[in-house]
Nanobody
Framework: QVQLVESGGGLVQAGGSLRLSCAASGSIRSINAMNWYRQAPGKERELVAGITSGGSTNYAGSVKDRFTISRDNAKNTVYLQMNNLKPEDTAVYYC??????????????WGQGTQVTVSS
């Protein structure tokens, strides 16, 4: 049906930057909200940033002013620009989206996750 594929994770030193991408493909009619979540070892998954189809954004307080979420609707892709990374940003980052498929129904989809590791 629909696949979300993340890329861009890796190892970076504190203060560095990474850009995550998540491309959606499959039986897509429209994509509504697109979000980035993260889960650190031993912690619950948390919402990092979200963007609506109209471009409105929201951020977790811990990443505001450091991370920027954006989307390219023509490419069905959402991005997360992460600047001034800190060791506490280390986690598996997951893309999530609400997608209306060609049947007209909306479903929730998750990507497989991409590891971000920030060394001190």
């Amino acid at each position: 049906q629909v696949q979300l594929v993340e890329s861009g994770g890796g190892l970076v030193q504190a203060g560095g930057s990474l850009r995550l991408s998540c491309a959606a493909s499959g039986s897509i009619r429209s994509i509504n909200a697109m979000n980035w979540y993260r889960q650190a070892p031993g912690k619950e998954r948390e919402l990092v940033a979200g963007i609506t189809s109209g471009g409105s954004t929201n951020y977790a307080g811990s990443v505001k002013d450091r991370f920027t979420i954006s989307r390219d609707n023509a490419k069905n892709t959402v991005y997360l620009q992460m600047n001034n990374l800190k060791p506490e940003d280390t986690a598996v980052y997951y893309c999530h989206s609400y997608v209306e498929i060609t049947t007209g129904y909306e479903y929730s989809y998750w990507g497989q996750g991409t590891q971000v590791t920030v060394s001190s």
